[in-house]
């Protein structure tokens, strides 16, 4: 069974700062993207790779001192290869 093709999870949590995660998943055709396009030091077997998604997080709330702070991002950008039995190889960047 495939993971969903789109998503989005919201949840404040108890110090009432927003998470926010967006996923978004493809089918993958089995061949090796660029090192520019996949940069880790994640070593990926493409041949068993089914699907590729892609996870944006934004967060937002409140600031040290109490004050409301928008929702930005994204914060952190993940894409997982993921293979047909469910196992996932994850490239990670962080922004801002």
Do not use: K
Not at 37 to 46: G, I, R, S, Y
Not at 54 to 68: E, K, L, M, W, Y
Not at 76 to 89: P, Q, R, V
């Amino acid at each position: 069974m495939p993971p969903w093709t789109d998503a989005m999870l919201c949840y404040v949590n108890t110090h009432g700062n927003v998470i926010v995660m967006q996923a978004n998943r493809r089918n993958h055709d089995g061949s090796a993207p660029s090192q520019t396009a996949w940069a880790t030091d994640n070593e990926v077997d493409w041949a068993r790779v089914r699907w590729i998604a892609n996870t944006a997080i934004r967060v937002g709330g409140r600031s040290g001192d109490g004050r409301p702070l928008p929702t930005s991002g994204p914060c952190h950008l993940f894409a997982h290869a993921i293979h047909e039995d469910g196992t996932a190889t994850v490239r990670s960047s962080r922004r801002g």
